[in-house]
C-alpha cells in the first residue's frame, strides 16, 4: 500500500514536471530573448515607449542598499546614450516610510540619473475598498498618476520591480525593443537568482534552483493568456491598463488583507481585458534568495496562502461566473492543481521514506523485497529524473548569471545543490502543505513581512523571534 500511495503522489506530481520540460525542449527559444539589442538598433525602431520602472517597498531595514542597485543599472543604460534614454526611462519608487523617503532622496541625488522620483504613502492613506500591504502602495501610485502625477506623452508601461530586482542593460534594451514592437499589454519574463548568492544558506540556494524552471511553464501561462500564476517583479503593464484596472483589490471574504496582489490583479485583467492582452517578454530579471530556511518557509507559505485568498474570491465575482463552463474549470482547476503538486511534495516524501525503510526492514531480515510493477518503477525513475534535472538547470541559470564564479565553482556549487536538494524539496513543500493546512482549519491570519534584503537584516529578524 506505501508503494501504491507513494507512485500515485509522484506521478501527479511528475506531470507538472512534463509540463515544464515540454516547454524546456519544443519553445526554448521563446524563454528568453537571445538576440542583442543594441542603442542603435532601438534608435532605428523610433517608436520607443515612456518606461517606469516602479519599487514598491515597505521601507523595512535592509531594503536601501538593494533598491539602490537596481537604479543603478538603470542608471548605466541611460549613460550609454543620454539623448535616446534618458526622456524614456523613469525609476519612481514609493515607500510607506518616512525615514526610507529621506534615505532614498539622498541616494537618488547620489545617482547620475535625474529621472528618479520618491513618493511616501501617507500613513493616513486609504482606499475605497480598504486595500492593505502592498496593493494599497501600488493604488496609490495609480491614483497619482489617474490625478497626472508625472503624466509623460506617448505610450507609458510601468515595469514592477521588487526591492532587489535588477534588470542589467543588455536585458533593458531587450525589453526596450519588445515593447516598441509588441501590443501585449500585460507581459512577463523569467527570473533568476544570482545576488548575495553565497550569503544564503546551501538549503535556500537549492530552494532557488527549483525557481527559474518554473518559469518555463509562466512562459506558456502568459502566451496562452490564463493567468493561472503571475509574479509580481518582472512584470510589465501598459498604463493605461492599470489606471483603469487599478490595485484596489479590497478584503478577502475572511475580512483579511489580500497578500497575493500580482495573482488577484493577473484575474481581474484576464476577466475584465480577455486573454489577448497577456505576452511574454523574455527579458531576464536578476534578484537574491532568501538567507535562511525561516525566510524561505514564510516567503512560500505567504505565495500559497495568497492564491488561496484569491481563489475564493475570483468564485465570488460576475465577470467569473459569466464565464463559459470550460473557461472557470480551467482557471479554477489548473490552479489547484499547481498548488496541489506544490503541497504534495510532503506526503510524497513522507510515504516514500515511509516504503523505503520498510522495505530496507523487509532486507535486513530476509524478506524478499515486494517489488512494484516494472513500469511503475520506471514511471518513478522518469520523474526522479526530470526533478533533478530541474534543479540541475535552475541551479546553473543561478550560477552562471553570477559573474564572481568561475566555470569550475559553478560546477562544485550545481554538485552541492543536488545534493541538497531532497532536503530543500522537504522544507519547500512543507511551506505549501502547511498553508493549505492552515487554510483548510479557518486559520488565514495574513500580514506583510517582507523577505528581508540582507543577510544583517535576516539576522537581526531571527534574533528577535529567539527572543519572543
Not at 546614450?81 to 523613469?90: E, F, I, S, T, V
Amino acid at each position: 500500500m506505501l508503494g501504491v500511495v507513494t507512485a500515485l503522489l509522484i506521478v501527479v506530481i511528475g506531470v507538472r514536471y512534463l509540463l515544464y520540460f515540454r516547454s524546456y525542449f519544443f519553445f526554448w527559444h521563446r524563454y528568453r530573448q537571445l538576440e542583442p539589442a543594441t542603442s542603435e538598433m532601438l534608435a532605428r525602431l523610433g517608436n520607443l515607449p515612456n518606461v517606469k520602472i516602479q519599487v514598491t517597498t515597505r521601507g523595512t531595514a535592509g531594503s536601501l542598499p538593494v533598491i539602490e542597485r537596481g537604479l543603478r543599472n538603470v542608471a548605466r543604460l541611460v549613460d550609454e546614450d543620454p539623448d535616446l534614454y534618458a526622456g524614456k526611462l523613469w525609476v519612481e519608487v514609493f515607500t510607506e516610510s518616512a525615514a526610507s523617503k529621506r534615505a532614498l532622496d539622498t541616494m537618488a541625488d547620489s545617482i547620475p540619473f535625474e529621472n528618479v522620483l520618491v513618493v511616501e504613502v501617507p500613513t493616513d492613506y486609504e482606499t475605497p475598498n480598504l486595500t492593505r500591504f502592498k496593493a494599497r502602495g501600488l493604488h496609490y501610485a495609480v491614483e497619482l498618476r489617474r490625478g497626472g502625477f508625472n503624466r509623460l506623452p506617448g505610450r507609458t508601461v510601468i515595469v514592477h520591480f521588487d526591492e532587489e530586482s535588477v534588470m542589467e542593460p543588455p536585458e533593458l534594451r531587450k525589453l526596450l525593443r519588445f515593447l516598441a514592437t509588441t501590443d501585449k499589454l500585460l507581459c512577463e519574463g523569467p527570473i533568476y537568482y544570482p545576488f548575495e548568492y553565497c550569503d544564503a544558506g546551501p538549503v535556500c540556494r537549492a530552494m532557488e534552483a527549483g525557481r527559474p524552471i518554473n518559469c518555463y511553464e509562466c512562459r506558456h501561462v502568459m502566451e496562452s493568456g490564463v493567468p493561472l500564476h503571475l509574479h509580481g517583479s518582472n512584470l510589465v503593464i501598459d498604463e493605461e491598463l492599470e489606471n483603469r484596472l487599478g490595485w484596489d483589490i479590497g478584503l478577502t471574504k475572511d475580512g483579511q488583507p489580500f497578500i497575493a496582489e500580482d495573482y488577484v490583479f493577473g484575474v481581474k485583467a484576464y476577466l475584465t481585458e480577455g486573454p489577448e492582452i497577456f505576452g511574454w517578454h523574455g527579458s531576464v530579471m536578476l534578484e537574491q534568495p532568501p538567507f535562511s530556511i525561516r525566510s524561505a518557509y514564510r516567503q512560500r507559505y505567504r505565495w500559497v496562502l495568497g492564491v488561496l485568498q484569491g481563489l475564493q474570491m475570483i468564485r465570488l465575482m460576475h465577470e467569473f461566473q459569466a464565464l463559459p463552463s470550460a473557461d472557470r474549470r480551467r482557471l479554477l482547476w489548473g490552479t489547484r492543481y499547481r498548488l496541489a503538486t506544490f503541497a504534495l511534495g510532503l506526503p510524497a516524501g513522507v510515504v516514500s521514506l515511509l516504503y523505503i525503510t520498510y522495505q530496507t526492514a523487509r532486507l535486513a531480515t530476509g524478506i524478499p523485497i515486494q517489488r512494484l510493477p516494472e513500469g511503475v518503477m520506471l514511471a518513478l525513475v522518469f520523474v526522479g529524473f526530470l526533478w533533478l534535472n530541474s534543479s540541475f538547470i535552475g541551479v546553473w541559470y543561478n550560477v552562471s548569471s553570477n559573474p564572481s564564479f568561475t566555470f569550475l565553482q559553478r560546477w562544485i556549487e550545481t554538485t552541492r545543490v543536488l545534493a541538497v536538494a531532497p532536503v530543500a524539496g522537504i522544507f519547500e513543500s512543507a511551506a505549501a502543505a502547511g498553508a493549505v493546512l492552515m487554510w483548510a482549519l479557518g486559520r488565514r491570519q495574513v500580514s506583510w513581512v517582507p523577505t528581508p534584503k540582507t543577510k544583517a537584516a535576516d539576522e537581526a529578524v531571527l534574533d528577535g523571534a529567539a527572543h519572543e
